[in-house]
């Protein structure tokens, strides 16, 4: 398996677990309706260079919270 199949095995499993909200996808018994809504703005979408630059400098000065 060379390093591109891996990441695709990766992408698709986070894609699965972050679905929260489709069709078929049922949250566990328990989690609160702010809960939901937060794990439905979870983004898979690719990151930016300048977004994981911000967030390194952030790192970098202790301001990562």
């Keep these: 398996m060379n390093e ?3 990441l695709e095995i990766w992408k698709e499993h986070f894609e699965e677990v972050l679905d929260v909200g489709s ?3 049922e ?3 328990g989690t609160s309706a702010v809960a939901a ?3 439905q703005k979870i983004t898979t979408s690719e ?3 300048a977004e994981i630059r911000g967030t390194i400098t952030r ?3 202790g301001k990562s919270l």
């Design 59 to 61: 790192l970098k000065n």
């Design 27 to 29: 949250l566990p018994d």
């Design 23 to 25: 069709a078929g996808t």
């Design 47 to 49: 990151t930016s260079e």
């Design 37 to 39: 809504q937060q794990l």
């Design 4 to 6: 591109e199949e891996i």
